[in-house]
């Protein structure tokens, strides 16, 4: 039988909403599939969609973005600026042949463990009901 | 590039070793590039853990070290410290969470194993790009300001101007002393509540170095720790402040009418009004909403009788801006608006009441003045049912905690109205009782060897028929149900933060919990400060507390702005974004993307060749990197997460 495809998921989590509610996931001792590695950032204004391309390029099938709820950003704005970056990402994503639901944005506050956990384990089943990403060789980094 | 990194891994006792398998980390972690040493301890924030981090910085000659342990809100700090003590920047030191983001998380050991190599891989990929960093000092202001002029913020405000430290308190309401004032007497001593707080009202209003600023609100607030702009909204009072004396002649003829917020409806109030006769400024303020002049210009008397002629109706509302370098939020409480509530008749009947009401029956200087009467006819009642968990602990359609002052303040009530009608009946439903605090227990035996009745059961229902308040329970003890028919109801309904502090919370950016309370920054060890450095919490606001639980937050938050007040300078975190003068086109566009005003454009002379280049004003920069993700030409880069280094950090939690 062929290994079950194990989708692989960056993440990036802004340090005061996100990332908080993933420690307090843990410190609940909630559970949720590994797949994703947590890249923690001030906010998630610093996104750049170059990183999102990116993780794309080196083999990610996924890509996960955490912010604080809009209204709540510790940087004041700094969630707007991704809200408003995500679909112009989307659009190239399109562009370059990969399913623009590759790609998803959360608001995760602090207090929010059990929303993180639901989030992952869901975008985590998605992805894997996708399959893998494939880019054409051309776009993948060559390293 | 050639660093000589060190990847230190805690077991967390069994808290990481449990799931995550140490030595296949280890074995491959040893073998990525830049890595010189690896080691593992049994609880690296230990002593000798931290011994052995220091020893192997030192003996391994270490460039960066990354230790692989719980979250880097706990201990990324100590760990920062230990390699500094032994001369390693402190920036050269990362943290892989792989105990709330990866063993707590995954049962099952393999993926656990896997997941940690790839968040330790992350993180050495991030130390082989870091460079040394020196905080910026910057100058504190040691100047403080208190939001909220309950009973928690007035003690903040007394205990930081007492250290000598001025005070700005913020008071929405006219007068300060919230929701203290209204009480009668207090658990478990039964002391009068305005005869204990009204001396620490005064106290706050004549202390030199404490300013009051009451009707007035936050409107916005700038800066960072130790150096904060607040906006102050003060509302127009109509009247000048500074002329009035408090005489009182105005409040005499005032011909408008309106239900007392003070005695919670149950007493009219004028237009021009003070919110009782103990109001700390004894100052008063016109509403405009329902002052014959504003509504029809025909009417004038206050400003006729004025014998100072303080009147001003033409008065508006105004902003001052004080520098602070501390805020200390004590917004408090309100009580949970049972209107919609199950069928609780709340705003059907008169005599369901809340315990705020019934505080103000009871209170020598209430509607009653003191004396036991039903709202509805004014007949003392002789039997009183008092419903606890009103809107607590109700996950369904209430709140789902406990309010933990009610079932003393309900024995209290229960005990105060025996004192006053012998021959009533005291009627108490209750879930659990819980007298958790000194005396209380003592306090609750006294309740019920006073001849109050306790009813372990919910309530259901509670509705008006002819001259009675019907309640209809159950007795979980006996199974039965039970069918009361009383004079009136007192519930204790669940304690919710004010409905200002949402406002507040999303001035400040502070942040708040499901039920909006505001957050501490650490449930035990940090549980006066916030994750945002400068702000301390006192008092209700921040979860249900008793006057004495919120008095000693109150002062534990004064200790800690005193704490910061004490030092000279602070540092400010260095991983700001700076500018590459070279690729820099001089668009602007991080000038307006950057929320705090920390980015400027100037004509600079770079290479012997005049241009437009972004000069960073460093101490104002607060690290979000919104700039960097702006730039069109890459000349943003953020200290330590320079875009190069995420490309690489990417890749690293993707191998494997």
Redesign the interface.
Known sequence: MADKFEPRITGFVCKWCTSAGADLAGTSRKTYPPNMTPIMFFCSGRVDPQHILHAFRSGADGVFIGGCHPGDCHYQEGNYKTMKRIPMVKKLMRDMGIEEDRLRLEWVSASEGDKFTKVITQFVEQIRGMGPLKLPAKQRKVS | MNKRIGVVVCHCGINIAGVVKIPEVLETIKTLPGVAAVRDHMYCCSDPGQNMIKDLTKSEKLDAVVVACC???LHESTFRKAVKSVGLNPYLCEIA?I????S?????RD??T??AI??IR?QVARARWDQPLEPIDVPVTRRAMVVGGGVAGIQAALDIANAGYEVVLVEKDPSIGGHMAQLSETFPTLDCSQCILTPKMVEAYQHPKIKLLTYSEVADVSGYVGNFKVKVRRKPAYIDWDVCNGCGQCLVKCPGRKESEFDRGMSKRKAVYRPFPQAVPNRPVIDASICVHFKTGRCSICADVCPLKAIRYDQKESFVEESVGAIVIATGFELYDLKDYSSFGVGKTQDVIDGLQFERILSASGPTSGEVKRPSDGKVPKRVVFVQCAGSRDVENGKPYCSKICCMYTAKHAMLYKHRVHDGDAIVFYIDVRTGGKGFEEFYKRATDEGVLYVRGKVSKIYRQGDKVVVWGADTLTGQKVQVEADMVVLANAMTPTPESAELA?VL?A????HGFF?EAHPKLRPVET??AGYFLAGAGQGPKDIPEAVAQASGAACKVIGLFSNKTLSHDP?IAGIDEDACSGCGVCVD?C?YGARELVEKDVKGKMKKVIKVNEVLC?????C???CPVAACE?RN?K?EQ??E???A??EG
């Not at chain 2, 707590?104 to 099952?108: A, G, H, L, Q």
């Not at chain 2, 942040?511 to 499901?514: S, T």
């Not at chain 2, 607060?622 to 919104?626: D, K, L, V, W, Y």
Request: aromatic letters at 2%; proline letters at 8%.
């Open positions: 979250s880097p809100t969470n105990r709330e983001q990866c707590w998380v995954t049962p099952d993926e656990a896997k997941k790839r968040i992350t999303g950016k942040q708040r919990d499901e957050n994750l945002t991983p993307v929320p607060e690290c979000c990197g919104a960097s993700s702006a953020q997460l875009d995420i490309q950090m990417v890749e939690g993707l």
